[in-house]
């Protein structure tokens, strides 16, 4: 392509070439040393670069098609972390706290929040002061107001609450190898079908919640 171009852009030149044909020998080898002279300029104007057309070109498409690759690369990962959903707690509680005691039981209250989509059922629940049982409060034999274990745990329905409270459900701390202290917090891990689920508690005294235990139950 580019000898086609050089010739193209000489064509005058060579033609006064063929005029100067009819000039005698002598004329002749004057004329053509200018016209050499004329020429060499621009062809060494052309190749000074030292650069192949084809070659340029090609980078350039090349350039061009790793941009947007990169583009859509970084537009897959943007979008990936965009939809990565936050983790939410299955069940957490408001109003939370348990009651301030020297042992060896206690009581923790609140109201448990079931945030996921499934039902979720309690099964037990574990602090670092020792053994804890789901518990109700319930009328015995008798009359007596008096707790109990709960036998198949809680269970809170999707998007549901379970309150616990004195004289109803709550979670009891069995045997405790430290006081609670008024002021202070216990983590409380509760047992569920969706794992396991720690919760924070502040201590407070109270001066309620203190209903008998049934005589069947062996807290020993």
């Known amino acids: ?23 005698p020998t002598r004329a002749r080898r ?13 062809l060494t104007g052309c190749g000074s670069d030292g650069s ?11 350039s061009a098609s790793a941009a947007p690759s990169a583009s859509a690369a970084s537009s897959s990962t943007g979008s990936a972390t965009a939809s990565t959903p936050d983790r939410i707690t299955p069940v957490t509680i408001t109003d939370g706290w348990a009651k301030a005691s020297e042992g060896p039981m206690s009581g923790a209250f609140g109201t448990l ?29 008798a009359g007596a107001m008096v707790m109990r274990p709960v036998a198949d745990g809680f ?15 709550h979670l009891m701390f069995m045997d405790m190898s430290a006081p609670l202290v008024n002021g202070e917090s216990v983590t409380v891990t509760l047992q569920t079908s969706l794992g396991q689920v720690p ?8 001066d309620g919640a203190n209903e008998s235990y049934a005589p069947s139950m062996d807290h020993s």
């Open 155 to 169: 269970t809170i329905a999707p998007g549901a609450n379970l309150v616990l409270e004195p004289g109803g459900f």
């Open 1 to 23: 392509m580019l000898i086609v171009q050089l010739l193209l852009a000489e064509l005058p030149q060579l033609l006064k070439g063929i005029l100067l044909m009819s000039l």
């Open 113 to 141: 929040v079931n945030n996921s989509d499934q039902t979720v059922h309690i099964t037990g629940a574990t602090s670092p002061l020792g053994r804890m049982e789901l518990h109700e409060v319930a009328k015995n034999d």
């Open 30 to 42: 004057a004329s053509l040393a200018v016209a050499l002279i004329l020429l060499l300029p621009p």
């Open 52 to 62: 192949d057309p084809s070659s340029t070109s090609s980078t350039a498409a090349s």
């Open 199 to 206: 919760l924070t508690i502040p201590v407070r005294r109270f």
